[in-house]
T-cell receptor
């Protein structure tokens, strides 16, 4: 199946700074890439996603970029706030249905 | 929005017993349901894909006879951990997939924390 790698595993930033999380995938057939935010003991929540026919997507302070040639995609959070602190997971889907997740990034935003 | 529930939210069982976890889509019919396992501070590992009325498809390395999945209706899937052992202790999360035009979105349940003593 698909192999998704995610970096860094932990990320600590000062409030107001930007945070970038990167993922690579192995299956060139993957065409849907969601990002999830998970707070401790809670379910993952979709925060943004991108499809393979788009290179970039933005939603307020959150943006995702996709490079199909290099098979990597990134999550960008600007003007970080303490409530952004959580674990973030990227995922790749080969058929818009089955998701394979990255290993997660624990983001800590220091006030 | 789409709501997925899981029951129980947490369960403690003795080694050797079986535990059933339910996953329900409350306000929609799910095309497919998925079961994931998450160890502390680790990622979600896809265990199996469950389609209503058919046998579940298990990921490589997941024991079919140990993790029994039944998908009785478009709104209910169950995962039974048979002959549980301490190493089966984990956070089990289901998700339900619903079509959004040409793509699908997955909605996650709140998870079930299983502790095997």
């Amino acid at each position: 199946g698909e192999n998704v790698e995610q970096h860094p595993s932990t990320l600590s930033v000062q409030e107001g700074d930007s945070a970038v999380i990167k993922c690579t995938y192995s299956d060139s057939a993957s065409n849907y890439f969601p990002w999830y935010k998970q707070e401790l003991g809670k379910r993952p929540q979709l925060i943004i996603d991108i499809r393979s026919n788009v290179g970039e997507k933005k939603d307020q302070r959150i943006a995702v970029t996709l490079n199909k040639t290099a098979k990597h995609f990134s999550l960008h959070i600007t003007e970080t706030q303490p409530e952004d602190s959580a674990v973030y997971f990227c995922a790749a889907s080969t058929d818009f249905n089955k998701f394979y997740f990255g290993s997660g990034t624990k983001l800590n935003v220091k006030p | 929005g789409a709501v997925v529930s899981q029951h129980p939210s947490w369960v403690i069982c003795k080694s050797g017993t079986s535990v059933k976890i339910e996953c329900r889509s409350l306000d929609f019919q799910a095309t497919t349901m998925f079961w994931y396992r998450q160890f502390p501070k680790q990622s979600l590992m896809l265990m199996a894909t469950s389609n209503e009325g058919s046998k579940a498809t298990y990921e490589q390395g997941v024991e079919k006879d140990k993790f029994l999945i039944n998908h009785a209706s478009l709104t209910l899937s169950t995962l039974t951990v048979t002959s549980a052992h301490p190493e089966d202790s984990s956070f089990y999360i289901c998700s339900a997939s619903v079509s959004q035009g040409k793509s699908y979105e997955q909605y996650f349940g709140p998870g079930t924390r299983l502790t095997v003593t």
